[in-house]
């Protein structure tokens, strides 16, 4: 199916689950202030020319997106997920391809994420954004797709993730950040697991960013990255245990007040 003109969706109810299969958006899509009160699936490599709007979104179930952005995308301030849902749901970006910036801020993530195999060739923002459960940005070593370009997922310019909350176990496994990033400010409430991360250009700044103390945290670079992460030891008495964490990150106590016990 294809869309010639500009697709309007904006404050736009639907009531049942929905998928967009192959289809091409030619014009602008917009579905700001939409509403899926159930689960939402836009697949098999769907296609959209120009600029896409999802700001302010509500998905009210599982969320999946296998999908070409050629132009500039914007999800913020969207809520993904069901918070109060018995059933364990997923939100999965999976092979997909962002020519232009991608705008992700303040969304509300309430499910599972899971962000497979990416290519974010503009500016990528996760600035102020919650993810409430389980979150994994996994590339897969080796993995080479034609998404009309022949490129491998990576993060071609500058990502931000200050202030955003990881609410849940956070894993990046494998990411390659070529113009930095940013986590100045963000808080991981359980445990982070960075591994086998490339830097080309510069190393990471977690700046003021917190980590749970009790939580177990990993920082590890690939061999062929050309930054590092800056890691300073510290050995904090409620832990009794020896821990590194980014130079200017902090830990801190999950108790009213988030109180920091100890900086990098």
């Known amino acids: ?8 969706f904006n404050n736009t109810e639907f009531l ?7 289809v091409v958006f030619h014009g602008i899509a917009n579905f700001n202030d939409a509403h899926f009160l159930m689960s939402v699936k836009f697949d098999h490599k ?15 179930g599982a969320a999946e997106f296998n999908v070409y952005f050629d132009n500039n995308s914007y999800f913020n301030r969207a809520e993904i997920g069901n918070p109060f849902s018995t059933n364990q749901q997923k939100t ?11 705008n992700f801020s303040n969304v509300h993530f309430n499910n599972v994420n899971e962000f497979i ?3 974010f060739l503009g500016e990528t923002s996760f600035y102020s954004t919650e993810f409430a459960d389980d979150t994994y940005f996994v590339q897969n070593p080796g993995r ?7 490129t491998s ?16 176990k956070l894993h990046f496994e494998n990411i390659e950040f070529n113009d930095g990033v940013d986590f100045i400010e963000t808080i991981f409430y359980k445990e982070s697991n960075f591994e086998n ?16 103390a009790k939580s177990n945290h990993s920082f590890t670079t690939n061999s062929n990255s050309r930054k590092q992460f800056d890691l300073c030891p510290i050995n904090p008495k409620l832990t009794g245990q020896p821990i590194s964490l980014p130079r200017g990150s902090f830990l801190f106590t999950d108790t009213p007040g988030n109180q920091r016990i100890g900086p990098a």
């Open 144 to 150: 080479i797709f034609a998404l009309n370009k022949f």
């Open 16 to 22: 049942t689950d929905v998928h967009f299969e192959k």
């Open 197 to 212: 991360i490339q830097f080309n250009n510069s190393s990471p700044d977690f700046k003021d960013a917190e980590f749970e």
């Open 117 to 119: 195999d990416l290519c």
């Open 46 to 60: 769907t296609h959209f020319k120009e600029e896409s709007y999802f700001s302010d979104l509500i998905i009210g």
């Open 153 to 168: 997922p990576k993060y071609d310019e500058k990502t931000n993730f200050s202030e955003a909350k990881f609410k849940g």
């Open 92 to 102: 999965i970006f999976y092979e997909s391809r962002f020519d232009g910036d991608a």
């Open 1 to 8: 199916m294809d869309f010639h003109e500009d697709s309007l």
